[in-house]
């Protein structure tokens, strides 16, 4: 089966679904030396910067220090599209999630893909919202960080009968949506 282009892939799948965008897949992105920093954050990018030491480069990568990046769900993401589109971050140029691949390759089909996306989509919302039912409601971080500040904050503190009852559909929920991820997002994905 032939797939479709690059192009029209990400015109079919990424118009409607930015989860390698909203903390959904990532919990933050890294900058690469051919990033610039202050521009990204001229742009609206909150960078977190490494501490810096004498050495170290425009705050992207020095010896041995993690490199710059900026958390997700991205400040540029404006419901599936990147408003910094043609000044994105070199990762972000460069990421094709194993989905996307997988249907250029012409090993799933175009409606096929959308399917998948949607399911995924509606998983990440059902623990979206059991994450804000249990007071995680600032939506910061990737979505697996969040999930674990909740687990540690019961772990803590108990749990309530309603509460112990939506933590087992978050916990359930995580699971199927991180099957999910594996199978079909993240990149090695062949859809054999
Ligand atoms: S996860 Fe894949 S299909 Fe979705 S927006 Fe990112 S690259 Fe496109
Ligand atoms: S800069 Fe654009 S492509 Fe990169 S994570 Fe943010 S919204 Fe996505």
Do not use: W
Not at 111 to 134: M, N, Y
């Amino acid at each position: 089966m032939k797939g479709p282009t690059v192009k029209q892939a990400i015109a079919a799948l990424c118009a409607q679904c930015g989860i390698c965008c909203d903390g959904t897949l990532f919990k933050d992105v890294q900058l690469r030396e051919s990033d610039d920093p202050e521009r990204l954050e001229a742009l609206g990018l909150p960078v977190v910067r490494p501490r810096v030491r004498v050495g170290s480069v425009k705050g992207t990568q020095g010896g041995g220090q993690s490199p710059a990046k900026f958390p997700q769900p991205c400040a540029a993401l404006a419901g599936c599209k990147c408003r910094i589109y043609r000044e994105r971050p070199a990762h972000c140029r460069e990421f094709e999630c194993g989905l996307l691949l997988a249907c250029v390759a012409g090993r799933v089909t175009v409606p096929k893909a959308q399917e998948i996306i949607g399911r995924t989509l509606g998983k990440a919302d059902a623990v979206r919202g059991l994450l804000e039912q249990l007071g995680n409601v600032e939506g910061r971080g990737g979505l697996g960080h969040r999930f674990r500040r909740v687990c540690r904050r019961l772990e803590r503190d108990g749990a309530s009968g309603r509460d112990g009852a939506r933590f087992g559909r978050l916990t359930r929920g995580m699971h199927a949506l991180n099957l999910m991820l594996g199978d079909y997002f993240y990149p090695g994905y062949r859809y054999d």
